[in-house]
């Protein structure tokens, strides 16, 4: 998901010449374009009959995409979404603020 990530960036940066806001679109929509919902289907599919390995299957699948879209997800669109003038340093305290962030590490403390 990562090299995806990074491999969208640089063509979408250097190569299409895209501005902040379009690379970050560019960017979050080649590492988080529904790949969950293809991984339920097929694991059904695969395992049927067993339905404790499509259950760990899908909560393994949640958390590859669903920690990294409310993590670096957000970062990325506030990153690139937001005025150029705001410094970085700023905006990973918002990033670690930010209330699904937040609400996700409380999630995960709670379980």
């Known amino acids: 998901m990562l090299s995806v990530g990074a491999l969208s960036y640089v ?3 250097y190569y299409l010449k895209l501005e902040r806001a379009s690379l970050a679109a560019v ?14 289907a097929m694991l059904n599919i ?7 390995y499509v259950a760990i299957g899908i909560v393994i699948a ?3 995409n669903a920690l990294l879209l409310n993590s670096l997800g957000i970062f990325i669109g506030a990153r690139f979404g937001s005025d150029s003038g705001s410094g970085l340093q700023k905006q ?14 409380l999630g995960l403390i709670w379980s």
């Open 11 to 13: 063509i979408a940066r």
């Open 27 to 40: 960017v979050l929509a080649s590492m988080f374009s529904g790949t969950s919902l293809i991984g339920a």
């Open 46 to 52: 695969v395992f049927e009959g067993h339905p404790e």
């Open 62 to 64: 949640q958390l590859r």
């Open 92 to 105: 990973i305290k918002d990033f670690l603020l930010s209330k699904p962030l937040v609400a996700l590490m």
